[in-house]
C-alpha cells in the first residue's frame, strides 16, 4: 500500500559528494518524519539523520557538518546529501518514513530497501 524507494547510490573516492532520494508513494494521507539510516558490513543499523515534517532536523555526529537532510512534502521525498565522504561511510542506506495511510487511523513505520554507498581510499 505505501512503499519507499530510495535512488543515488554509488561507488566515489574520498571527499567526493553523492546525493540520495528517497521518494513516498502509494495510499498516503500524511508523513511525519522521515530520515536515513545505514548499515556497514558487520555493523548494527544507525541513524543517519532524520527530519520531521515543520522541518527540524537531527543528525549523527559522525555525519554533521558534512550531510544535509532535507525534504519536499509536496513530492513526498526526503533527501540526503553526503559530501567530504570517507570509507567509513561505507554502507547499505536506508530510509525510512512514520506515514499514516488514507482511512486508517495508525500510523507506520515504512523502510525502503536500501542503495549501497561505497567510498573508495
Known amino acids: 500500500q505505501v512503499q519507499l524507494v530510495e535512488s543515488g547510490g554509488g561507488l566515489v573516492q574520498v571527499g567526493e559528494s553523492l546525493g540520495l532520494s528517497c521518494a513516498a508513494s502509494?495510499?498516503?494521507?500524511?508523513?511525519?518524519?522521515m530520515g536515513w539510516y545505514r548499515q556497514a558490513p558487520g555493523n548494527q543499523r544507525e541513524l543517519v539523520a532524520t527530519?520531521?515534517?515543520?522541518?527540524?532536523?537531527n543528525y549523527a555526529d559522525s555525519v554533521k557538518g558534512r550531510f544535509t537532510i532535507s525534504r519536499d512534502n509536496a513530492k513526498n521525498t526526503v533527501y540526503l546529501q553526503m559530501n567530504s565522504l570517507s570509507p567509513e561511510d561505507t554502507a547499505v542506506y536506508y530510509c525510512?518514513?512514520?506515514?499514516?495511510?488514507?482511512?486508517?487511523?495508525?500510523?507506520?513505520?515504512?523502510w525502503g530497501q536500501g542503495t549501497q554507498v561505497t567510498v573508495s581510499s
Open positions: 527530519m520531521t515534517s515543520d522541518g527540524s532536523r
Open positions: 502509494g495510499s498516503i494521507f500524511s508523513i511525519g518524519a
Open positions: 525510512n518514513a512514520i506515514v499514516r495511510a488514507r482511512c486508517t487511523r495508525p500510523p507506520d513505520t515504512y
